[in-house]
């Protein structure tokens, strides 16, 4: 068995992989658009597309919380994609062979490709994708909490593969069924591919668990400093997490931030056995009348703490992107000098 190939918990009856779950999620999607749209005033309109399972569309009215709300999950989660390229783009140049350099960088042009559905997704909304990097850079906007933490050996891409691209699916294998039409098809697109990026860090991870001692350890190393950070990727728990109960409300969240959290630790136990790999949790048993693992809650105030700005590497990463952004002045420039070329020619 290999990374994702692992279903839901296998004592979870009717279980389905999560690659199945994003196809069933594209099926349903197009059935949906094939059936007819309800009527009704604006409001009315809006609730019975959402409770009918249908997708609200670029131009339908949507009440503006609604919007504003995607507007700001979706941004931040476009700048997830684009500032996630950075730890692991500091590994291209030390890859350790030549087809791990080309894998690497693959995945990491996947991670822009997916930053761009998104921008493209959010500029839906009505918002200027320029002015949503203006909010990036000067902090009005988040991005996920686990990129400032750095990548010090060539394991740690092995555990941001496995631990934080799985992460990442199972919070994105939902969203393929978000209420908003051009997210849940960026999401559907966005899941198969994080599903290859898993399995790239899972099988990084294999080689290094069964192949010497000191890469073993270095394997384990990485586990150990990722597995926390992970964890806290799904955001704060119940009771703390301001946005879950309206966003489920709208069908944009499908599940709360513990759900899936949980669904994660219960899939990574049988991964790390295969891995050989220990999860860093002296408190991650079976619990056998609950059905699910118990496990050892992520720091919260750290959490906080990261999302704030003071995590090891959220300085670092900002100035980074904001030499990248301004190093690409040109580029925008002389794009919309052609454009402006061409449509002279074509008028
Ligand atoms: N980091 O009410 P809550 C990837 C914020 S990219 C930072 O629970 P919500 C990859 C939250 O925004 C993966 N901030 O919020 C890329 C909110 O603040 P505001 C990125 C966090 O939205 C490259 C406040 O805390 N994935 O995988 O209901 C290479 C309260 O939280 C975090 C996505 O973005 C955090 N971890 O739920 C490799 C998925 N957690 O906005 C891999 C889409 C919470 O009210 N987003 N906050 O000021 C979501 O699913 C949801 O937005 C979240 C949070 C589950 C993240």
Redesign the pocket.
């Known amino acids: 068995m290999y990374g994702n190939d692992f279903s839901e918990p296998p004592e979870q009856p009717g279980a389905r992989s999560l690659l199945d779950q994003v196809a069933d999620a594209e099926r349903d999607l197009e059935l949906a658009a094939q059936q007819d749209r309800p009527t009704g005033t604006e409001d009315d309109y809006f609730m019975a597309v959402i409770a009918a399972d249908q997708k609200i569309e670029p131009r339908d009215w949507m009440p503006e919380k609604y919007r504003k709300n995607l507007i ?2 979706i941004a ?2 476009a700048h ?2 684009i500032i ?2 950075q730890p ?1 783009g500091n590994w291209i140049s030390r890859a350790p062979t030549l087809k791990r350099k080309a894998i690497l960088l693959a995945k990491v042009q996947d ?1 822009a490709g ?1 930053g761009l559905y998104l921008y493209a997704a959010a500029e839906t909304l009505g918002v200027d994708r320029a002015e949503l990097s203006d909010m990036l850079i000067d902090g009005r906007q ?6 400032n933490y750095p990548t010090l050996t060539w394991a740690d891409v092995g555990a ?1 593969g496995w631990l ?2 799985g ?2 699916i199972v ?2 294998v939902p ?1 393929c069924r978000a209420s908003y039409g051009p997210y849940a098809r960026a999401m559907i697109r966005v899941c198969k591919e ?1 599903s290859f ?1 898993q399995r790239q860090g899972y099988e990084i991870l294999h080689v290094l668990s069964h192949g010497t001692p000191e890469q073993k350890a270095m394997a384990q190393d990485a586990v150990d400093r990722w597995w926390y950070p992970s964890l ?5 728990p119940e009771g703390e ?4 109960a309206q ?1 489920m409300a709208w069908k944009v ?1 499908r599940f709360t ?1 513990d759900e899936l959290r949980q669904r994660f630790v219960d899939m990574c136990v049988g991964q790390a056995e295969i891995l050989d790999l220990t999860l860093p949790d002296p408190g991650l048993v079976w619990n056998e009348a609950e059905g699910r693992h118990d496990y050892t809650q992520p720091d919260y105030d750290e ?1 906080f703490r ?2 704030k700005g003071n995590g090891p590497c959220n300085r670092e990463r900002i100035t980074h992107r904001k030499a990248a952004h301004e190093g690409g002045q040109w580029v925008r420039d002389a794009a919309e000098a052609y454009a402006k070329k061409k449509a002279k020619v074509s008028a």
């Open positions: 700001r999950q931040q989660h997830s994609e996630g390229m692991e991670e997916h988040k991005y996920s909490s686990i990129f941001i934080v691209d992460a990442a919070n994105q969203l994080e990026h806290a990727m799904f955001g704060p997490s301001p946005n879950t966003s969240k931030n959490l990261v999302i």
